[in-house]
Nanobody, 121 residues
Framework: QVRLVESGGGLVQPGGSLRLSCAAS????????MGWYRQAPGKQRELVAQ???????YYLDSVKGRFTISRDNAENTVYLQMNILKPEDTAVYYC???????????????WGQGTQVTVSS
């Protein structure tokens, strides 16, 4: 069974930084895209950043220049370095990955449990 486990959320003051991590484990044959979504109270979940096949990178316009997504293929881990955080970045952040499991060889999208990021003074 494939699992995504996130860590690194918390409370930070405006202008501060946080680094989120998401590790995929289980019966993994290959991983295509990995990324981060977020959902603020009363709002729809939105894609924040994504790496596809280790090459294509997407960033939400409002985080460009402040957030950096990276991936460690050997560790099946994706990171989100968040700098110059703003109160509007407050949300639950979810890791997402498209993984071909070793058991079924079929690609599927998996989600982490979510980690709270709160930006407040």
């Amino acid at each position: 069974q494939v699992r995504l486990v996130e860590s690194g959320g918390g409370l930070v003051q405006p202008g501060g930084s946080l680094r989120l991590s998401c590790a995929a484990s289980g019966s993994i044959f290959s991983i295509n895209g990995m990324g981060w979504y977020r959902q603020a109270p009363g709002k729809q979940r939105e894609l924040v950043a994504q790496i596809i096949s280790g090459v294509t990178i997407y960033y939400l316009d409002s985080v460009k220049g402040r957030f950096t997504i990276s991936r460690d293929n050997a560790e099946n881990t994706v990171y989100l370095q968040m700098n110059i955080l703003k109160p509007e970045d407050t949300a639950v952040y979810y890791c997402n990955a498209e993984i071909r499991s070793g058991a079924t060889m079929a690609p599927a999208k998996y989600w982490g449990q979510g980690t709270q990021v709160t930006v407040s003074s």
